[in-house]
């Protein structure tokens, strides 16, 4: 099946419904000064996950890394402040979709209660959080004319890149660990519900069967009725043939 769309969110969706069993593979095409139907074979920035962001801003560092050698400050300027921004934007997708779970997503009017078991907290990821958008966030919007401050270097860029990778590694490990624990708990289920249906299918212990007295000819049946065991304290019934 092939689907075409310039819905973001559909192809969200298609992604999150997924499986090793059905897998989708996704491109996007895009237009090229005045050509059209260039193939990409991955999504466009906007459809990337936190991880791919990083990726991709990765290569873009290194092309940037050029541009600074050559010193030419205006549009290495203008890399470094659109570097920024995406950088940004990729820890709002980390938080989005690692740290919230995909419990609340944006321009969706959903509250997906059920993936609140992975969500991923602790006080390293809202550390790590913090920084990432505090550290960009002067570069993100207009500076004042009078400010005259030099844009990030490389290196400093590359240090904010590295929060990045620290908080993907951070969730990654949260995520591991309870992944570790849910399949201890679930083999200790298992082994629970395999010795209660072993020791179900065990046969029961085999019921003694009563002592039965034989009685000698001539005796009166109501003696018979009435007499017990000596040894067992059964009554013995007369058995008529």
């Known amino acids: ?83 920024c921004m995406r950088l940004r934007q990729a820890f709002e997708r980390a938080v989005e979709d690692l740290v919230l779970g995909g419990v609340i997503t944006r321009r969706s009017d959903d509250v997906h209660t059920k993936q609140l078991h992975k969500i991923n907290h602790t006080e390293e990821i809202c550390n790590l959080v913090d920084r990432g958008m505090s550290d960009n966030s002067p570069w993100v919007h207009d500076r004042p004319l009078a400010d005259g401050s030099s844009p990030p270097s490389p290196d400093e860029l590359q240090e904010g890149l590295d929060v990045l990778s620290d908080l993907l ?47 000698a000819d001539g005796v009166p049946s109501a003696d018979i009725e009435n007499a017990a065991d000596s040894e067992t304290g059964e009554r013995v019934t007369e058995l008529e043939t």
Not at 186 to 206: D, I
């Open 169 to 215: 590694k951070a969730v990654g490990e949260l995520e591991r660990t309870r992944q570790k624990d849910t399949d201890q708990s679930k083999k200790k289920r298992v082994a629970n519900l395999k010795a209660v249906e072993l020791a179900g299918s065990e046969s029961p212990e085999k019921v003694a069967e009563p002592h039965l007295k034989p009685v």
């Open 1 to 83: 099946m092939i689907v075409f769309t310039h819905e973001m969110t559909l192809v969200m969706d298609l992604q999150r419904q997924a499986s090793p069993t059905s897998p989708i593979s996704v491109q996007h095409i895009t237009r090229l000064g005045e050509t059209v139907g260039h193939v990409r074979p991955s999504l466009p920035w906007d459809g990337l996950n936190a991880r791919e962001r990083r990726g991709d801003l990765n290569e873009k560092l290194v092309v940037m890394r050029k541009e600074y050698e050559g010193r030419d400050e205006d549009k290495y300027r203008q890399q470094a402040g659109d570097f």
